[in-house]
């Protein structure tokens, strides 16, 4: 009786841990902007264009240019995870659904 009761318990623990933990990867995909200012302005600044000195020091390229915004998803998504040249690899540091929100973030600079 006692056991059956700490198993609910359990299972209710659970089950609530899981639909907290739901929310949270949905709002990772809209949070593109979030992630890029948190992680990524300090070499390609806020608009993206590489304008910050680490950005101009590094050689960072302007996101919002024909060069890097006719590449495609899949390229986009392999340079953020395993890096390229001097731009740090994030694929330990951010989920697979976090590097895709940035993809779409950074596809969305192209029109500003
Ligand atoms: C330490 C500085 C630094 C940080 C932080 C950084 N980058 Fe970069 N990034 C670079 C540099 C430098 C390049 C150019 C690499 C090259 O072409 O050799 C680059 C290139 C890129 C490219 C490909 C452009 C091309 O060269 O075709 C993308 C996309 C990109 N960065 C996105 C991001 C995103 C998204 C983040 C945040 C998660 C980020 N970067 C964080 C320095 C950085």
Known sequence: MRRNFLCLVAAGIFISLATLALPVSVRAQSDGEKLFSAR????????GSGSSPTGKALKAKDLKSDEVQKAS????TTIITNGKGKMPAF???L????????VVYVRTL???
């Open 91 to 93: 694929g330990k540091k």
């Open 95 to 102: 989920k697979p659904e976090e590097i895709q929100a940035l």
């Open 40 to 47: 990524c302005t300090l070499c390609h600044a806020a608009d």
């Open 110 to 112: 192209a029109k500003k």
């Open 73 to 76: 998803d899949e390229d986009l």
